[in-house]
């Protein structure tokens, strides 16, 4: 927790605050439009509180950090401008980060309010940029694990998946830009693991995140993660992932990418078991079935003149028979 947040209020405490203040330097419209700003700040948290799985102690930091800016005079953007941001401050103190674009999901919630200003991304990332810096509240990115808590009871998913996933992601097997994107494919991969079942689409409408951009990161995980448990060298690692990238073959991720760490094995003469790639719930006939596939794609994209002395059986140096 940073130590320039103030103390957490409670309704009644800030809505004290604020009347002592009004009372004696400012006027009637001061008041009308902070009594407006609390009750913005209000329906939005009630919305993450209920929707995104939230802290409830966002609520008080909420409220005590648009008090203590009440009382500097530092409120000079639209009203519903800094309630979006002094939650979005609180939420990423409070180690509960949530994305710009969950935060705005609220304006269905907060619409029958009557009428308001609808904020965008941009206003809202600016004003919580400016306020963290006038502050000198210091906000560094949040990492996937500060996600993972989160997104698990979104999903309805065992403790123990939360505590694998945080597992997956320290082990520096999860490497990608966008932190929400990378949690949501070490969840993915680490309910596979503790058999619960998830799709793609399941974790993209729970997270926000495309679930092709999940995807990926899930490729790159499972890669990196079977390649560790099997110490196999980087150059298999780096060697399954272009065959995964180059392949057409677009079902069963986890079935693609053990084939193709079996495939790049076998080029650098390792023999590997199907039942030592077997990590999630996926069963063997399918990791050597897409395996045989894989094979017949990458004889396919071999040049015509090879494909032409491979069937005269001759050896070229470098090919395999």
């Not at 306020?131 to 906000?139: A, F, V």
């Not at 490729?219 to 990196?224: D, G, P, Q, V």
């Not at 780096?238 to 065959?243: L, V």
């Not at 079996?262 to 390792?270: D, M, S, V």
């Amino acid at each position: 927790m940073n130590d320039k947040l103030p103390a957490p209020m409670s309704l009644q405490e800030c809505l004290l605050s604020l009347n002592d203040r009004t009372q004696y330097s400012w006027g009637k419209k001061t008041l009308k439009r902070q009594k407006k700003g609390i009750k913005e700040i209000l329906a939005i948290c009630n919305f993450l509180i209920t929707r995104h799985k939230v802290p409830e102690k966002v609520i008080g930091y909420s409220l005590g950090l648009f008090d203590m800016l009440a009382q500097k005079n530092m409120i000079t953007a639209k009203i519903e401008i800094t309630a979006y941001a002094v939650v979005h401050i609180s939420a990423r103190t409070c180690q509960s980060p949530i994305t710009l674009k969950e935060l705005l999901d609220s304006n269905k919630q907060i619409l029958p309010l009557g009428k308001r200003y609808i904020p965008s991304e941009r206003e809202v990332r600016k004003n919580f940029l400016l306020l963290s810096r006038k502050l000198g509240i210091e906000i560094l990115s949040p990492g996937p694990v500060e996600y993972v808590d989160r997104f698990c009871a979104k999903l309805d998913l065992a403790k123990e998946t939360a505590e694998k996933t945080k597992q997956i992601i320290n082990k520096n097997e999860a490497e990608s830009r966008i932190p929400s994107g990378t949690a949501g494919a070490a969840i993915k991969l680490a309910a596979e693991e503790n058999e619960e079942f998830l799709t793609f689409r399941t974790v993209e409408e729970a997270i926000g995140v495309n679930r092709t951009t999940i995807r990926e990161i899930y490729k790159s995980i499972y890669l990196n993660r079977v390649c560790k448990k099997l110490k196999l060298p980087p150059k298999i690692a780096e060697e399954a992932k272009k065959i995964v990238e180059n392949t057409e073959l677009s079902r069963e991720t986890s079935g693609i990418c053990s084939a193709a760490i079996k495939l790049a094995a076998e080029r650098e003469g390792i023999n590997i078991s199907t039942s030592k790639l077997k990590i999630t719930k996926i069963r063997k006939a399918t990791i050597e079935k897409t395996y045989q596939k894989l094979k017949r794609e990458a004889k396919a994209s071999l040049p015509f003149f090879i494909q032409k002395l491979r069937c005269l059986n001759t050896f070229l140096p470098g090919q395999d028979r």
